[in-house]
């Protein structure tokens, strides 16, 4: 099973500040990767897919890049509305799995 | 415009099994391409990915839990089932379903979710 590793697990950060967030593999997913934000008592958001692809609707300030085993999402300017936990997943092998979340809080 | 609904009882008493059912609209499980995906997530915790079925009836499970999932479809209803055997405290978390497309394996879809609690 692939483990995901996300760092830091908290941010804490200003609105207008940039935020960059963290996922490594324990093997190579090739740009096999999604970044997902959840914010509380919602489900999780599709963001980014195939590491660096903007699902629909998502602003461009939230970007992603990496291949491999790491990988990056970076938030180029935080709105008070992205304060949230963000979570990777990989679909390189069975079982899809996720990472352990960064929470992204107020400073 | 894609819809997912879960349902199922709130709360289960260890060892019973546990049944939860994804009512869908917006898109076909007769299509070629289409898949469902569960997933739950612990209370505070990151999702787990459960299972997955697909158009063609091509069923994944998680490998530490398989033995005791089982996913099926009732393309006429637009309905996917999860049947969770044994059920164990460690398994209180809400339960999502989820679409997604084959060979892609992005969960672009999700339904609110149900929470489950296991207790006696």
């Known amino acids: 099973e692939i483990v995901l590793t996300q760092s830091p697990a908290t941010l804490s950060l200003s609105p207008g500040e940039r935020a960059t967030l963290s996922c490594r593999a324990s093997q190579s997913l090739s740009r096999y990767l999604a970044w997902y934000q959840q914010k509380p008592g919602q489900a999780p958001r599709l963001l980014i897919y195939?590491?660096?692809t903007r699902a629909t609707a998502v602003p461009a300030r939230f970007s992603g890049s990496g291949s491999g085993t790491d990988f990056t999402l970076t938030i180029s300017g935080l709105e008070p509305e992205d304060f949230a936990v963000y979570y990777c997943?990989?679909?390189?092998?069975?079982?899809?799995?996720f990472g352990g979340g960064t929470k992204v809080e107020i400073k | 415009q894609v819809t997912l609904r879960e349902s199922g009882p709130a709360v289960v008493k260890p060892t019973q099994t546990l049944t939860l059912t994804c009512t869908f609209s917006?898109?076909?499980?007769?299509?070629?391409?289409?898949?469902v995906a569960w997933i739950r997530q612990p209370p505070g915790k990151a999702p787990e990915w459960l299972a997955l079925?697909?158009?063609?009836?091509?069923?994944y499970y998680s490998t530490s839990l398989k033995t005791r999932l089982t996913i099926s479809k009732d393309t006429s209803k637009n309905q996917v089932f999860l049947t969770m055997t044994n059920m164990d405290p460690v398994d209180t978390a809400t339960y999502y379903c989820?679409?997604?497309?084959?060979?892609?394996?992005?969960?672009?879809?999700w339904g609110q979710g149900t929470l489950v609690t296991v207790s006696s």
């Open positions: 079925i697909n158009w063609d009836d091509d069923k």
């Open positions: 917006g898109f076909s499980l007769t299509t070629g391409g289409m898949c």
């Open positions: 195939d590491a660096s």
């Open positions: 997943q990989q679909r390189s092998d069975w079982p899809l799995t």
């Open positions: 989820t679409r997604t497309d084959y060979g892609e394996y992005w969960l672009d879809s």
